[in-house]
């Protein structure tokens, strides 16, 4: 018996589903540009409707609108014409998805979709069909060919459906002017929400564990700051806080090398005079990109005064996920 090519069938598969997706360009029309105009006017949320293996596909799209700026959730329909009808209000907009159009479990619902006046886009493969001739905007999910060779699991056409929503989702987020922080708010617990939330000052060391020395201290007084506080570094300051410039382990080693004295030298003559500062409202991740980019480890926080109030190490953001 001859083995059988199970590369081979994925292969044809992948192809398959790659042309149907291409394919969806021609679909890509005015009815899709009413579509979206209608989900922007919409005052309500989007409510995404489909049965069986377009449910699925439904719930993965009111998932992705959700995530993307668009108020949005999954009704199933079966369970719709029992009580979950009611989830629908007059501001709302529904999404329905079926292949044939022609699901029953949708077609039910038709009549009192119509009598709320809620505005309904479809997604179906057959534009004559009773759902497409009933939407106010009929978005195509037609394909050629499954990728079933039965031509009866939804393969290319599940496929198609998937990218048309995720196509709706992106074209609606940029409409809005959609912003990585407005999609970090809904992703608060995931590491992209940490590090597009977390501020500096979330994080900093201040108070009494900021390392900080005076300009006129001895260079023997900043080191013993920098052993006490652990950062590798110590503010210097003017007497009125004022950042005045820093000094570092790498400034350390070039003093030693200059032969400098360490209980007479002044922080003032042997300090860095233009340290890389950031505000305390700087987003965490703007401070790590800071860091990479000049090749530091440590950046000092400082206030509209210039006032020195915070060190931030590579460490915290390492701690903090944002690395």
């Known amino acids: 018996m001859t083995e059988f090519d199970f590369s081979q069938s994925a292969l044809r598969t992948i192809e398959l589903e790659t042309q149907a997706v291409a394919e969806l360009r021609n679909h890509i029309d005015e009815q899709f540009n009413v579509a979206c105009r209608q989900i922007l006017q919409c005052s309500g949320r989007v409510i995404v409707s489909g049965m069986g293996k377009s449910g699925h596909m439904g719930k993965k799209i009111a998932a992705t609108l959700v995530s993307t700026g668009t108020p949005a959730f999954f009704m199933h329909p079966g369970e719709a014409s029992h009580g979950d009808l009611g989830m629908l209000t007059r501001d709302d907009l529904l999404i329905a998805i079926s292949y044939s159009g022609n699901s029953p479990e949708l077609l039910t619902l038709l009549p009192l979709i119509k009598r709320l006046g809620v505005p309904m886009i479809s997604m179906t493969g057959e534009p004559k069909s009773v759902l497409a001739q009933a939407a106010d905007a009929h978005l195509s999910i037609a394909v050629e060919r499954e990728a079933c060779p039965l031509a009866l699991a939804p393969t290319s056409s599940a496929t198609v459906t998937t990218v048309l929503g995720d196509a709706l989702a992106i074209a609606l987020l940029e409409a809005r002017g959609f912003t990585a922080e407005d999609f970090a708010f809904s992703h608060p ?18 108070d009494d564990k900021l390392p900080v020395v005076k300009k006129y201290d001895t260079l023997a007084r900043a080191l013993l700051e920098m052993s006490t506080k652990g950062f590798g570094m110590t503010t210097v300051c003017e007497t009125d806080g004022t950042l005045a410039g820093i000094f570092t382990d790498g400034d350390l080693r070039r003093s030693i090398d200059r032969g400098v004295d360490i209980h007479s030298a002044q922080m003032h003559d042997i300090m860095n005079h233009t340290p890389t500062t950031i505000s305390p409202d700087t987003l965490a991740a703007e401070a790590l990109n800071q860091m990479e980019s000049r090749k530091i480890t440590t950046l000092v926080i400082t206030d509209t005064n210039r006032i020195a109030i915070g060190v931030i190490h590579m460490h915290d953001l390492l701690r903090a996920g944002v690395i």
């Open 189 to 206: 617990g995931g590491s992209l929400g940490r590090k597009l939330l977390l501020r500096v000052s979330d994080i900093m060391h201040g």
